[in-house]
């Protein structure tokens, strides 16, 4: 039998203002997870995926959870062209990690690297393509940039860089999916927004549980 490397611990991103905190604590507690808040200064409040700042705030102060924060737009460039972020407060005392989202192909992965690390936090770097070799930042696979679309293939990993993998993953195609990633990586994580959240885009705690039950096994 074919051993099967699982994922280390799944991220859901987009916990937005609907969202039950007891539930986010209850499936924490059952499973190895990372909570991912959405930042856009565009967006935030406006749109479902991107909660209240104010929401953002009690979530991360009174809930002792991995977070991740995933600054878009106007707010991933602020970090790329000086360095600084509005949110520097929060992300220093509160979230773990921080993914920059951009396709910017001049960027240094070590400055967004440096970046982090004097924040204490560990910055994550998107690719299209084939994983870079870099140390200095954890990088994840998403060929759709955000868009939820299924790849045809999963890129092998590189032993320097600890990768993840996005993309069109949902709670009844991740088992297959995790499946194929375990031959490309040992250690990696995945991540995925579209594929949990409900006709109405919210995002669904149901549908998390469904795709830990199938990554990880039921819990008692």
Known sequence: MIKINKP?????????????????????????????????????????????????????????????????????????????????????EHFQRCQINTADPMLKPSNIGNWAAIRNLRAILQCRADFPKVSSVDVLFDASGGRGIFPGDWPKAVNTTFCGFAGGLRPDNVAAAVAMMSARATRYWIDMESGVRDDQDRFDLAKCRAVCEAVYGPRA
């Open 8 to 92: 280390e611990f799944i991220t859901f991103t987009g916990v937005d203002d609907t969202t039950d905190p007891a539930g986010l604590v209850q499936l924490a507690d059952d499973y190895p997870v990372e909570w991912g808040l959405l930042f856009s200064s565009k967006r935030q409040g406006s749109e479902l995926r991107y909660p209240k700042l104010s929401t953002i705030w009690w979530l991360v102060e009174e809930l002792p959870l991995r977070w991740a924060a995933h600054l878009c737009g106007a707010d991933a460039r602020e970090v790329i062209d000086t360095g600084h972020s509005q949110h520097d407060r929060i992300l220093t």
